[in-house]
Nanobody
Framework: QVQLVESGGGLVQAGGSLRLSCAASGRTFSTYIMGWFRQAPGKEREFVTTIRWSDGHTYYADSVKGRFTISRDSAKNTVYLQMNGLKPEDTAVYYC??????????????????WGQGTQVTVSS
């Protein structure tokens, strides 16, 4: 099992930037993929981005392409989410997720086996 701890959320004005971090501990040697989902009030949890641990291949939701960047530091077992050009519609609780095993649909939250507690991101207009 992998334990995930997020940090870096906060309040920012539209157009601003934030960087989220997610530190993994436990059985990190077997991590296959790590990513970020978000959930706004009254909405379902949605895929944001994910990174394959072995080769760094990344996937992004269309809504964040060109604005958000996911990266990883393998030595620290940490994944980062750099968010630029933030919009009010980006306001949500952001969750870090991981899977130790291959998953065919990286954008399905149900396929991830480990989750962080979430960090709030609020973008004011």
């Amino acid at each position: 099992q992998v334990q995930l701890v997020e940090s870096g959320g906060g309040l920012v004005q539209a157009g601003g930037s934030l960087r989220l971090s997610c530190a993994a501990s436990g059985r990190t040697f077997s991590t296959y993929i790590m990513g970020w989902f978000r959930q706004a009030p009254g909405k379902e949890r949605e895929f944001v981005t994910t990174i394959r641990w072995s080769d760094g291949h990344t996937y992004y939701a269309d809504s964040v392409k060109g604005r958000f960047t996911i990266s990883r530091d393998s030595a620290k077992n940490t994944v980062y989410l750099q968010m630029n050009g933030l919009k009010p519609e980006d306001t949500a609780v952001y969750y870090c997720a991981a899977s130790q095993f291959y998953i065919p649909r990286y954008d399905y939250s149900s396929q991830y086996t480990s989750w962080g507690q979430g960090t709030q991101v609020t973008v004011s207009s």
